[in-house]
């Protein structure tokens, strides 16, 4: 079992940004899968953002293509989300997850979530 701590989480104004980070301990993190989920009030937790084991393949939310970046980094065992020109919008917990592949569906590790609240 693979345990996930957020931090970075806070508030910031509109077009403003945050850097996420995600520490990994338990399994080799280099063997995992690395994603960033979030969940608004109200709504159902969606994706944001994943990235492979080595870092150099990444996939992205259409809603966050070209504002947010995830990067990795496996001799520090971390994962980050670099956020930026926030919106209103993506006021949610953010949660970082670990799986096997780039399915949302395969991600069964997760952390207890960070909060980022953006002000419009």
């Known amino acids: 079992q693979v345990r996930l701590v957020e931090s970075g989480g806070g508030l910031v104004q509109a077009g403003g940004s945050l850097r996420l980070s995600c520490a990994a301990s338990?399994?080799?993190?280099?063997?995992?899968?690395m994603g960033w989920f979030r969940q608004a009030p109200g709504k159902e937790r969606e994706f944001v953002a994943v990235i492979s084991r080595a870092g150099l393949n990444k996939n992205y939310a259409d809603s966050v293509k070209g504002r947010f970046t995830i990067s990795r980094d496996n001799a520090k065992n971390t994962v980050y989300l670099q956020m930026n020109s926030l919106k209103a919008d993506d006021t949610a917990v953010y949660y970082c997850a670990a799986g096997g592949s780039f399915s949302p569906s395969d991600f069964g590790s997760w952390g207890q979530g960070t909060q980022v609240n953006v002000s419009s």
């Open positions: 338990g399994r080799t993190f280099s063997s995992l899968v």
